[in-house]
Structures are given as structure tokens and as C-alpha cells.
């Protein structure tokens, strides 16, 4: 109906029809076309809540927060059920930190023997076949020599008949290398470890040749047969056993009794190998 103007929550009682708290000359109580009026003490009988002033977007109880388009949907801090004593809950995050960069050689080498723990993490998903069979290969070379008998029939030997022998007893050694780190790796897959292959025969290559290596260096002087390169090569071999056990726990994610054990075969190889014969 033209002339209709609609009163709706409005006091007809107020002067000029108008809700007490929107009177004319009522403080804050007239706003113009387009702009909410300021909010009284309370509302009229039958306004809404919200009718007059702007909609108040809180984060209080009850009260609703607004998100503008192409704000990230998440809030804050996480959601934490339970309180306080009840871990927070972040949907694919990993168990497990990952690992750093590849090293480069230099650092691999230097990172077994100085920091070993740190090393051992860090080359836990990185192949370093370059590194591990050219230091085991030239390990090889040398070992022939670590024998007492074996070093007099080489040095004996003609240059070309000694040659085949050092190689072949170097591939020999290496292959060796490769096989009791791939039955390493399969004991700790079996005792529940998850890591790969071909880094946990890298690093089992590296600990064997690096940690033989200062019983080899006098053995080439001493002998193998000498008292203290016997006692060495003992020490040696508890050094192996230790860096090996915390090779496999680090890399498998296993308890060192367990990386213990998948290493064990291994290790007694590695004693009746090179150790035992020297007695």
C-alpha cells in the first residue's frame, strides 16, 4: 500500500513513532542511510539483537569469528583434545624427523669416526656406493698384507704374478662386504626395522674398512702375528661392533639389543675373518 511504512519492533507510544533509543535528539540515536546507529542499552520490544548496530565477530562463547575468502582453513594453534596431558594432533606429520642432506665423501668418512650418531642419521635414505667400494676395494688391496704368510709369498711372487693375486683378493673382500651387509639389512627388516638397503650395506661397508684400518696399518709393519696389533685388532673390532649396532639402530629405527642382534652375523664374519686367523 503506497504511504505504507513499516514500524516493525518500533514503540508507538515514542515520539514520531520512533523506538525510544532511535528518538530524534536522543544521543547516538539517529544514524543516516547507510550507517548503523549506535547501540543502545537495550533492544526494542521484538528487534533482534543485532538490529542496529554492526554484527560483532568475536571469538567469545557463543559467538561466531568471520574468515575472509582465501584465508588458510586452520586456526591458530592446532586442536588439542584431552587438555594438557594429551598430545596434539597434526594430521600428516611424520614420526620420525627425515633426514638431513647428503654428505659430501670427505664429510662421510670424517662423520663416521668424529661424529657418528649424527652421520649415521643423517646418510639414513642417501647411496653412497662411490665412496663405500672404493674404500673398501683399496682396504682389500692392503689386507693381503695384513698376513703374515700371505705377505711373504706376495712379496716373493713376480710383479705380475703378485698383481692378480692383491685384485683378486680385493674383489674378494668386497663382495664379501656387500654379502654380510645385505644379510645385516634383512635380519633388522625382520626384527622390524624400516630401513632400505642399499644405505645400510653402504654404511656397513664404511664401518668395516674404517675400523680395521689402524690394526692394518701396523700390520703391514709389525706383522700380523705381533702382540699389539693382536690387541688392537680387538679393539678395533669391539669399535666396529659398537658404530654397527648404532648404524642399524639409527637407520632400521630399532632398540640397540635388536640392532645388536641383526648385526651379529656380521660381526662374528668379520672376527673369524680377519681377527681369528691372526691368532
Not at 18 to 41: E, I, K, W
Not at 156 to 170: G, K, Y
Not at 271 to 277: D, E, G, R, T, Y
Amino acid at each position: 500500500m503506497a504511504g505504507y511504512e513499516n514500524r516493525r519492533g518500533q514503540d508507538p507510544n515514542a515520539p514520531g513513532g520512533y523506538p525510544p533509543h532511535q528518538a530524534p535528539g536522543h544521543p547516538g540515536s539517529y544514524a543516516a542511510p547507510g550507517q548503523y546507529a549506535a547501540p543502545g542499552p537495550y533492544p526494542a520490544p521484538g528487534e533482534p539483537e543485532y538490529f542496529g548496530r554492526p554484527p560483532a565477530y568475536d571469538d567469545a562463547p557463543g559467538q561466531t569469528r568471520a574468515f575472509t575468502m582465501g584465508e588458510p582453513a586452520q586456526l591458530a594453534e592446532p586442536y588439542a583434545y584431552g587438555g594438557d596431558n594429551v598430545a596434539t594432533y597434526r594430521a600428516g606429520q611424520p614420526s620420525a624427523p627425515p633426514a638431513g642432506p647428503r654428505l659430501h665423501w670427505k664429510d662421510l668418512l670424517s662423520g663416521i669416526v668424529l661424529r657418528p650418531g649424527r652421520t649415521f642419521w643423517q646418510m639414513r635414505d642417501h647411496t653412497m656406493w662411490a665412496p663405500a667400494l672404493i674404500v673398501t676395494f683399496v682396504y682389500g688391496l692392503l689386507a693381503v698384507f695384513g698376513f703374515d704368510a700371505a705377505r711373504s709369498d706376495i712379496l716373493d711372487a713376480t710383479l705380475s704374478a703378485s698383481i692378480p693375486w692383491v685384485v683378486t683378493t680385493a674383489i674378494a673382500v668386497t663382495l664379501c662386504g656387500l654379502t654380510l651387509g645385505a644379510v645385516t639389512n634383512t635380519l633388522a627388516r625382520q626384527l622390524g626395522g624400516d630401513g632400505a638397503w642399499a644405505p645400510t650395506v653402504g654404511l656397513a661397508l664404511l664401518i668395516t674398512s674404517l675400523t680395521d684400518a689402524p690394526r692394518l696399518l701396523f700390520a703391514l709393519f709389525l706383522g700380523g702375528g705381533n702382540g699389539f696389533v693382536q690387541l688392537l685388532g680387538w679393539l678395533t673390532w669391539l669399535a666396529c661392533a659398537a658404530l654397527m649396532t648404532s648404524m642399524v639402530a639409527k637407520s632400521h629405527d630399532l632398540p640397540w639389543l635388536k640392532a645388536l642382534g641383526a648385526s651379529s652375523i656380521q660381526l662374528l664374519a668379520l672376527l673369524m675373518l680377519f681377527k681369528l686367523p691372526l691368532i
